[in-house]
């Protein structure tokens, strides 16, 4: 039990495309879920949290602009990286809090952007 | 603010070996602290939570201990195979906040 599953899995895009970001709870309702960044060699950096139907918190720093967070249902996320830059290439990864144990965090596969 | 500090950065033993990643951590004021395991290009896989309120937790091979009022954690594996070769991460949330804050990693290769 408690899968996340991220579509796609690996993306290729040209510089000042958009490209969006799928994450999926498959087995249990997500209240809550977070979207995080892990360049090379570097650990997970927060970048926001969303909780469902309302608008997705931010980290200090996280262009809410330029990454667009939706969590219309309690089994679904998308980030959206607007205008993509080759500086935004990196892997993402998402989690999900179960709606009845918040403070577990189940991690999806990971998405490895790449903007040429 | 909470900062997660992993030692080593890096490490690589013979198969056989036991061995102990290092975590620290700056607040004491947690809610529980959890290890996971990275492989390459892949996603995180949790081994080992452990609450506030506990010392320790094990898991087969993994035995995972906590102090909070040092601010330390570490990550025992026994009897290292060449499959444990991953980066391991250790993460804290805050009392209060289910967010988490990780370490880099501590990237360990068991060499057969």
């Known amino acids: 039990g408690a899968v996340v599953s991220q579509h796609p899995s690996w993306v290729i895009c040209k510089s000042g495309t958009s490209v969006k970001i799928e994450c999926r709870?498959?087995?249990?309702?997500?209240?809550t879920m977070f979207w995080y960044r892990q360049f090379p060699k570097q650990s997970l950096m927060l970048m926001a949290t969303s909780n469902e139907g309302s608008k997705a918190t931010y980290e200090q720093g996280v262009e809410k602009d330029k990454f667009l967070i939706n969590h219309a249902s309690l089994t679904l996320s998308t980030l959206t990286v607007t205008s993509a830059h080759p500086e935004d290439s990196s892997f993402y990864i998402c989690s999900a809090s179960p709606r009845l144990a918040v403070y577990e965090q189940y991690f999806g596969p990971g998405t490895r952007l790449t903007v040429t | 603010?909470?900062?997660v500090t992993q030692i080593p950065a890096a490490?690589?033993?013979?198969?056989?070996?036991?061995?102990?990643?290092?975590?620290?951590f700056t607040d004491s004021?947690?809610?529980?602290?959890q290890w996971f395991r990275q492989d390459p290009g892949k996603g995180l896989t949790?081994?080992?939570?452990?609450?506030?309120?506990q010392r320790e937790q094990t898991s087969g091979r993994l035995n995972a201990s906590l102090d909070k009022s040092s601010g330390r954690s570490t990550l025992y594996i026994a009897a290292s195979q060449p499959g444990d070769s991953a980066t391991y991460l250790c993460a804290v949330s805050g009392a209060g906040s289910y967010q988490l804050t990780f370490g880099k990693g501590t990237k360990l290769s068991v060499i057969p």
Not at chain 2, 46 to 53: E, F, G, N
């Open chain 2, 29 to 33: 004021a947690i809610y529980n602290l």
């Open chain 2, 46 to 53: 949790s081994l080992l939570l452990i609450q506030s309120s």
């Open chain 2, 11 to 24: 490490l690589s033993v013979p198969e056989g070996e036991n061995l102990v990643l290092n975590c620290s």
């Open chain 2, 1 to 3: 603010k909470q900062e």
């Open chain 1, 25 to 31: 709870s498959l087995d249990f309702q997500a209240t």
